[in-house]
């Protein structure tokens, strides 16, 4: 079947954040995809023939939320309720959402599924716990009939994915690493993210990082040339791996490098996999990504590639919780 | 479901050169897939217990064929006729065949599929026009229950879905270069994939190739220092990534460096996938093998990775034709 034998995927976004926006931003570019709602956490843009998405944006940016676009926004105390209330106007949810409480990205999955949306949900969550609570729902996507493929990013996503593939040349699998690097000049659009990651730092743990007020985390930058360093973080690259049958969770670490002054990246981002061939050699592959995409461009992209994928695995039943190192992106025109 | 509840997928390989040799020593390491038949160009071996991979490989290295294996080998005009007719005894097929002639997978692909075949097939050929052929058989297999997944070796296969993940940060991809390093130290165990390779270079053809003699190769290798170094060869990756809907065929180029006197790789194997992303940036991902995992265990791990792939697949009822592409391979134990 050819993209132009196909309607658009009508799709939600939720989170109108520095990847929320990317995302809106992505979807104004594609035919096979389109943008037909956009939430923050105080309102809600919804248009069934689809967003003007630098309108919305520009008027959340101006007016402060998306509640506040032309025609198509509105305020609500429960925007994500009110895209569950309209479920089948959506083919596709991607979850833009905080990673932050852990069980947030979980509660909001199961609420779909308990108010009766059918289709494919996709998220760039990062942690671990986060995607061992939405893996734990397989069943209930099962009868709701929703194809949910967890961990759609960056990582975990296309570097997982990467993971997942390298490792076929090996019999088996010492260690998944993976190191990246992020450039952003202008963290106050990442505010969420940039806690997240903070979070991971010694000293700190979710709660006191959120806690942190805006000039605090500026001084906690100012105080480290801007540069947060941080290994051994809760990435669900582990869980999904482990999950997916290619290695035990010890062995994958996630650390790297966010540089929050300075939209080059600091080092480049790779996944290594070491492991043993068949007949006994031990060896590396190397997937790195070139410096000059940005995070939206790898987060956002293979969410979507997922999200066409999931379009395919709804249509021949294959409800469930999924992720990114079992099913196979598919390029989004 | 855990890979200890579910009964091993039997198998059957099509080819005992180089890699239908390689194919039968891994699978003699997995549990959750068994070698029950191995065929060569004379006979084959069978067993629906399982094969002895050592003892069949011995028998036909000793003796000159797989037919002489003991108990489990035959001689046989239609070696492969004899595995079509012990369809039900096989839940996935391995065709490790030569490529030459262009047909020659595809008329095997039909074949089972008319000789009432229900099950997965991969394989690991080269040539974009048997790809293509076996792409065209999707009704077929739809009809007959089988999942086929063409392209599974390392290049189509590994480094095709390499190129796919890349691809996903990309508005545009604008091209996928392939550049792979071989070493073999004993080339007369690769006869046919040796001559495979001479068709690409200038001055041959795929019949004129196949026309030469051990001496003759020999010859020309001698005359290269045992190198090989081929550029823009038909390789399936273009038309496999075509298909998937990623990039046109004329931006795919694979080439290499094969060297038949050492182990040791040339230079590394490699895909860049060079795009734009939607912000307008151009940038390059870049999935490198180590130099120490070798072309069997590059070929032979993806192929049955995606073989138990395609059990899930089959399990579903997503019949037809599938590729390295648009299948994540599953990593098997």
Redo the contacts between chains.
Sequence with gaps: MH?ADISPMRIAVLGAGGLGS?AA??LS?KRELRLDALVDSRGFAFDPDGLDAEAVLHAASERGGVAFAPKTGAPSDDPIGEIVRRAEAFDGVFLALPNLPNDFVPGVAARFAAGGYRGVMTDALKRTSAAERVLKLDELFKTAEIVYIVGCGATPG?LT??A????????E?ESVRIWFGVGIQNWEAYRATIREDIAHMPGFDVESARRLTDEEVAELLDERGGKLILEEMEHADDAILEA???VSRDCVSVGGVVDTRSSQKPVSTSVVVTGV???G??????????????M???V???AF?YMKAGRRLHE???YGAHSS???????V?
């Design positions: 993209a990317a931003r992505m570019q296309l994915a990467a997942n593939l390298a490792a076929q040349s090996f019999a699998v997916a049958g290619v061939t068949f007949e050699r031990r060896s590396s592959h190397t997937f790195t990504l070139g410096d000059e995409t940005s939206a461009a790898n956002c992209g293979p590639g021949i039943g294959a190192a079992t099913v196979m992106p598919r390029f025109r």
